[in-house]
């Protein structure tokens, strides 16, 4: 048993790491702002001790340091731990250390990442013991675990610290534009992270950038084109999800069906049942766990209110906005769809305004908050009003003016972003 601190506890992946070792049986504790965030309820589920920054003793013999890339070398707490003579380790290195004691699939790409791991995970739990590493905030230690499921993320190239067995790539698009030069850069990085993976990529075949990779090891492609190995066909929407035909090698495997809605929901199962299918398992098993994954965190999660589907979504990026818009759609034929969008960072949003304004205005109406800055970008060239410009019939949205959202009856309210869209919905709610 070993003792850990983790510096920045609450973040989604700090939070999902914390978790699992305590679970395996290790103490852990950990520091943050003091601010509340929703990824610090399971950790107080466990008990894990939780300080202010400056408040905890990090230098204790023996205790291990883990801290969270979201903050720099000069972090109060890191300069302690070097004046003290104590080792920090970055998440991500340790994560590539711990994950060699199992059979590691992780899942990577530019959307797409945490429903996909949150559906592996489940899947695989209910055949054989699983650990996982969730992007929502959810981790799971099992002890004697076969399999280690988990989130890995290409921002600064953090996913080079990894070296699984398997890898599921479910696109490659150009994100992060305060770190990536364009999608070339992008690209790049994902083909060094392919030379890295020992048994199998699991590969969206129907993405052009992601076919165009050079690997070392076998590849399968999945995806609704003729040309991939797995896919998928005969796609419907009905009450129960996405429901498809699987086809491997021109061999049929059935239908499945995955209580989620959009085609992007069908291909995230293919990449499940891609694993599965290279890991031999049943797949009326799979085809079984696969009908009853209910989803994660802040991925379409979803109640009614006053006559009307209140949605809260993650998205982001153009792309991600144009995928839960067709799930809603897909799930909600006929409604109205209103949405409320809360851009996140100065430097994406100036990267691709017309691109956040050709995907949000397949919505019914548009409201748009204030831009969401980041720990690491507090401004930027770009405003809010730039947006509004781009979309005429949009309309600005603050606290103060959130009954312009209690004229709606009988629709979908969308309320879509990465930053904290949800104090949004609260005000709504609350109205």
């Known amino acids: 048993m070993e003792k850990y601190h983790f510096i920045g506890i609450k973040g989604a992946g700090m939070s999902a790491l914390a978790q699992i070792l305590h679970d395996t049986g290790h103490l852990v504790q950990g520091s943050d702002m003091e601010t509340e965030f929703f990824t610090q309820k399971p950790l107080e589920q466990r008990g894990i001790p939780m300080f202010r920054f400056g408040e905890s003793e990090i230098g204790r013999t023996g205790m291990r340091v883990i801290a969270s890339n979201a903050f720099l070398d000069d972090h109060p707490e890191i300069v302690k731990c070097e004046q003290q003579g104590v080792t920090v380790e970055r998440y991500h290195h340790f994560l590539g250390d711990w994950i060699n004691r199992y059979t590691s699939i992780a899942v990577t790409g530019a959307h797409g990442k945490t429903s996909t791991t949150g559906m592996i995970a489940h899947t695989f739990s209910g055949l054989q013991p699983t650990s996982f590493l969730i992007g929502d905030g959810t981790g799971s230690g099992v002890p004697d675990s076969k399999y280690f499921v988990f989130e890995s993320c290409e921002y600064r190239r953090h996913f080079l610290a990894y070296a699984p067995d398997y890898a599921i790539i479910t696109n490659i698009d150009f994100d992060h534009p305060d770190y990536f030069s364009g999608i070339d850069d992008v690209t790049l990085a994902f083909q060094q992270m392919a030379d890295r993976v020992k048994k199998h990529l699991i590969a969206f075949g129907d993405d052009p950038q992601v076919r165009s990779l050079k690997t070392n090891v076998p590849v399968l492609h999945y995806g609704f084109g003729e040309q991939n190995e797995l896919r998928a066909d005969n796609v419907r929407s009905g009450i129960e999800g996405m429901t498809f035909d699987v086809h491997l090698h021109q061999n049929r495997l059935g239908t499945f069906t995955v209580s989620a809605y959009g085609r992007h929901s069908v291909l995230n199962a293919l990449a499940v049942i ?106 930027g060239n770009v405003s809010i009003q730039s947006l509004i410009d781009k979309i005429p019939s949009s309309r600005h949205i603050t606290e103060q003016s959130i009954d312009q959202l209690s004229v709606y009856q009988d629709c979908v309210l969308l309320f879509m972003g990465a930053g904290d869209i949800q104090k949004y919905q609260a005000w709504y709610e609350q109205a």
């Open 274 to 379: 891609g694993v599965a299918v290279l890991e031999d398992l049943n797949m009326d098993q799979v085809r079984s766990r696969l009908a009853t994954f209910e989803g994660v965190k802040r991925r379409f999660t979803e109640k009614k209110l006053r006559g009307n589907v209140l949605i809260d979504d993650y998205a982001h990026h153009p792309t991600e906005i144009a995928a839960t818009l067709d799930a809603v759609r897909a799930k909600y034929p006929g409604k109205k769809v209103v949405s409320v969008f809360q851009p996140h960072t100065y430097s994406r949003l100036e990267a691709f305004i017309d691109e956040f304004a050709s995907s949000l205005s397949g919505s019914d109406e548009v409201y748009l908050t204030n831009i969401f800055g980041s720990a690491r970008e507090q401004n």
